[in-house]
């Protein structure tokens, strides 16, 4: 990042230096790939009911099947494919850092919204919305690491930021079967 000048004319770095940097993308993308792995848990999703016995999880709280929770992955999928390649467009023109800011500001509104979600239909919208603010993120944080990284350790850091991927999907199942038996 570009050091700021101070009153004294003394160029000083800002709170975003690119290690904080990482460590801020690493925490968020820990978070939203815990958010991908909480909603994938069976312990979540739950089973739907039948006439004689109510189902369990989210199928069951919004008395849907199989296919109808399967297509909350869809949504959340079409989100995030229709809004890559609009944040990564409008990186050209506009700051990514504010464009991924603006992103997460919407999937945060929109994970809130899945979580006050009164019906499937609002959970379904709120899904897709997830996408495509997570949308943000995934098109343009490796790329503001590969450009501000030190060159000698460009590769240990994206690696690390890769590596919170497997690691934020595996605390989400954790979690999910945590929570998933009190719902």
Do not use: H
Request: hydrophobic fraction near 50%; charged fraction near 10%.
């Amino acid at each position: 990042m570009s050091p700021r000048a101070a009153p004294d004319g003394v160029a000083r770095a800002g709170w975003f230096t690119p290690p904080r940097l990482l460590a801020l993308f690493c925490a968020m993308s820990t978070l939203i790939y815990l958010d991908r792995g909480v909603i994938s848990s069976a312990a979540v999703s739950g089973t739907p009911g039948t006439p004689e016995l109510a189902g369990s999880g989210l199928q069951g709280d919004f008395r849907v099947g199989y296919y109808a929770y399967g297509l909350l992955q869809a949504a959340f999928m079409f989100g995030l494919l229709l809004g890559c390649p609009v944040f990564s467009a409008l990186a050209k023109t506009a700051n990514p850092f504010r464009l991924i800011a603006v992103g997460l500001g919407a999937w945060t509104v929109a994970v809130l919204g899945c979580a006050a979600a009164p019906n499937y239909a609002s959970l379904f919208v709120s899904r897709a919305l997830v996408g495509v603010g997570e949308a943000s993120f995934v098109s343009l944080a490796a790329p503001f690491i590969d450009d501000y990284a030190p060159k000698e350790r460009k590769t240990s850091w994206l690696a690390a930021f890769y590596m919170c991927v497997p690691v934020g999907v595996a605390a989400g199942f954790a979690f999910g079967g945590a929570v998933g038996g009190t719902l």
